[in-house]
């Protein structure tokens, strides 16, 4: 969990130096990033990505699973969540066309 950390503090210096010249204003992170961290250190690293974005105008993207979402102080996550849910529920669901049985 420690390098994950690493790697997770890393790229937010990369961006924040990158910023304002560099293109894409998009920085991206996935749930792997997360595994084997405490979720107390899961909900300060989302904490500081959510304020250091909002401060240096960059769009931060987390991939979570809603089960391992802790809670954040002083942000409302549910005003930053967006409400998409992937299923193969149903014949019409799935992901990019492909079922998974």
Do not use: K
């Not at 998009?26 to 107390?40: A, M, P």
């Not at 954040?72 to 299923?87: A, K, Q, W």
């Amino acid at each position: 969990g420690i390098t994950n950390m690493l790697t997770y503090c890393f790229d937010l210096t990369l961006i924040s130096i990158a910023l304002p010249s560099r293109t894409p204003r998009v920085l991206v992170h996935d749930s792997h990033i997360f595994d084997g961290v405490d979720s107390r250190q899961i909900g300060a690293a989302i904490r500081t990505g959510y304020f250091e974005s909002a401060e240096r105008g960059y769009q931060h993207l987390i991939t979570l699973n809603s089960d391992n979402l802790p809670p954040v102080e002083d942000v409302e996550l549910s005003s930053v969540i967006l409400p998409v849910r992937l299923t193969d529920e149903y014949e019409d669901g799935g992901l990019f066309g492909i079922r998974f049985r």
